[in-house]
């Protein structure tokens, strides 16, 4: 899960933020794109968000498996030959 499914050809579209004025002074004058820093960013916070969903989602599902294994062992134990 290490990816955020989007569309990365979808049109732009403008957003109106708000920034503290010395911080955008000093990004504009390192020349960092605005733009495509705010996408990467949240890309990353989208990815972690969606994670963290599925976690909360399938916890009870996580729980029940690792208990199973506990208790009797991968399936494969009666396989392997290491």
Same mark, same amino acid.
């Given at each position: 899960?290490?990816?955020? @499914?989007?569309?990365? @050809?979808? @049109?732009?579209?403008?957003?109106? +933020?708000?920034?503290?004025?010395?911080?955008?002074?000093?990004?504009?004058? +390192?020349?960092?794109?605005?733009?495509?820093?705010?996408?990467?960013? +949240?890309?990353?916070?989208?990815?972690?968000?969606?994670?963290?969903?599925?976690?909360? =989602?399938?916890?009870?599902?996580?729980?029940?498996?690792?208990?199973?294994? =506990?208790?009797? /062992?991968?399936?494969?134990? /009666? +396989?392997?030959?290491?």
């Amino acid at each position: 899960m290490n990816t955020v @499914a989007f569309n990365s @050809a979808a @049109a732009k579209k403008s957003a109106n +933020l708000s920034i503290n004025a010395e911080l955008l002074q000093q990004a504009k004058q +390192l020349n960092i794109n605005l733009s495509q820093t705010l996408e990467l960013q +949240l890309i990353e916070l989208v990815r972690q968000a969606k994670q963290s969903q599925w976690l909360a =989602e399938n916890r009870a599902a996580l729980d029940d498996y690792n208990r199973r294994i =506990e208790l009797n /062992g991968p399936f494969s134990d /009666g +396989l392997r030959s290491f």
